[in-house]
């Protein structure tokens, strides 16, 4: 039964929107301490000219320095945002000698400030500030001694212009994923056309057309072709197979009918009673043999394409074994022939497999051995149990078959050559379909001097296997 569980198509949406997504969170934060980073080395370099402007406005007046703001420098500090600005100038005591804002500036900053400039961050009620420092020498008349220039604003502006670059990075992302979305349902379309035309050509396909994939597609769906070929393949093989048994049975039924039929007429042609009773013996006779090849007609096809192994138990195969025998010894069929059984293992093998079957297999092994033997040969039964399977074997001191006939000996209506019996050739046909529908091995080996083996292997029950 098939069941639908989902499509392709969403499952490659969601893993990679997933993938998508994930990817785009990294993107954000890269994105947003970017910003931050962008904002303030923007501004940072703002506070960094402000204070190089005011180092060149400082001047000394009676020993001591002066310095009148210029106005360059606050436009340099001045934004659009509106921020407060702030600037102070400190003598080498570290007295103001000009400020504009009472912000008090870290003391550790004070004392780094003469090796090298410095940016801090300040808190004063109601703002938080960014200041920038550095220590300048300014020359007088009378005396060298180096001057600290101190800059700042709040941070507002800062904020904002991050604010601003993030916004920005934000809107190029998202359209960015809009296109990616867009190309992505293009590309699974795109991706999934081989699929497409895949299940097109089978859907033009008529029920007996099995012939093989005349079709172009991907590396990923070679795999899937390739097996439906094989399906196909099979599914001929089948087919013919079929055809070829259904075209042999005939033709084995229409001989013996024809002879039943040629019989009855000459019969009733004749008025003398005891050439009726000739003729009803002959018909009685092909109506026995055209029954039984009915009865094993029927037994291959319940095989092939009926049965569906639902009896299936564990059953002792030496057991099944001595009864078929038995059985079989006290028939008529057999008085003539030496039938018997060989030493069989001291353990019983226990195999899975269906009764009827395996008695039908059994049947038919020995009632091919009676047709195809002389009066007087020696047939033989038996068990080889091995490690994790089990043997059996029947053979006879018969003649034999030719070597080259050996391999299809198996086949539908093969005889080995032999027309001198009342055989019909389906014995070891369906010997070879019960043994695979248990995932036993049949074998077929001359016999020396004379004679014929037949060999199964049948796998043990897995409580028997050590």
Do not use: C
Not at 229 to 240: H, P
Not at 346 to 351: D, Y
């Amino acid at each position: 039964m098939i069941e639908v569980d989902g499509t392709l198509k969403s499952r490659l949406a969601v893993w990679l929107l997933v993938t998508v997504s994930a990817l785009g969170a990294l993107l954000l934060i890269e994105a947003y301490v970017s910003s931050q980073r962008a904002a303030e080395r923007a501004y940072d370099s703002q506070l960094e000219a402000a204070a190089l402007t005011i180092a060149e406005a400082v001047q000394w007046q009676e020993g001591r320095p002066v310095v009148e703001i210029p106005a360059a420098a606050l436009q340099i500090l001045a934004t659009r945002h509106q921020e407060r600005v702030f600037y102070a100038v400190l003598d080498a005591d570290g007295q103001r000698v000009s400020a504009n804002l009472d912000v008090p500036i870290p003391a550790d900053g004070r004392e780094r400030v003469a090796e090298r400039p410095v940016w801090k961050n300040a808190d004063t009620p109601g703002a938080g500030w960014r200041l920038h420092g550095r220590e300048v020498d300014s020359a007088g008349w009378e005396t060298q001694d180096p001057v600290q220039i101190w800059v700042g604003h709040t941070l507002a502006g800062r904020e904002a212009l991050a604010g601003e670059l993030f916004e920005r990075a934000v809107t190029r992302f998202l359209v960015m994923v809009l296109l990616a979305g867009l190309l992505m349902l293009l590309a699974m379309r795109v991706a999934l056309t081989p699929m497409r035309r895949l299940r097109h050509l089978l859907r033009q396909r008529e029920a007996d057309d099995m012939r093989p994939f005349d079709a172009r597609v991907p590396e990923e769906m070679r795999e899937l072709a390739e097996t439906l070929d094989t399906l196909f393949a099979r599914q001929r093989e089948s087919r013919d197979a079929l055809l070829r048994f259904t075209a042999d049975a005939s033709h084995q039924l229409k001989t013996p009918l024809a002879g039943l039929q040629s019989t009855s007429e000459l019969a009733l042609q004749s008025p003398r009673p005891d050439e009726w009773r000739r003729a009803l013996a002959a018909v009685h006779g092909g109506a026995e043999r055209t029954s039984r090849l009915a009865n094993q007609l029927l037994s291959l096809a319940r095989l092939r394409h009926v049965a569906d192994g639902s009896e299936m138990r564990r059953l002792d195969l030496a057991a099944l074994l001595r009864e078929t025998v038995l059985d079989w010894a006290e028939r008529d069929v057999a008085r003539d022939h030496d039938l018997g059984l060989a030493d069989l293992p001291g353990t019983s093998p226990f195999i899975h497999g269906e009764p009827w079957a395996l008695r039908e297999l059994l049947g038919n092994l020995i009632d091919n051995a009676l047709r195809y033997t002389p009066a007087g040969s020696m047939i033989t039964l038996g068990l080889v149990r091995q490690a994790d399977e089990v043997a059996l074997f029947i053979e006879d001191d018969g003649p034999g078959v030719a070597p080259e006939v050996l391999e299809r000996l198996h086949h539908p209506f093969e005889r080995g050559g032999r027309q001198d019996t009342r055989g019909s050739g389906l014995g070891l046909a369906i010997v070879d379909s019960i043994a695979r529908r248990h995932g036993a091995r049949l074998s077929l080996a001359a016999r020396e001097p004379h004679g014929l083996r037949v060999g199964l292997r049948f796998p043990l029950s897995p409580e028997e296997t050590p």
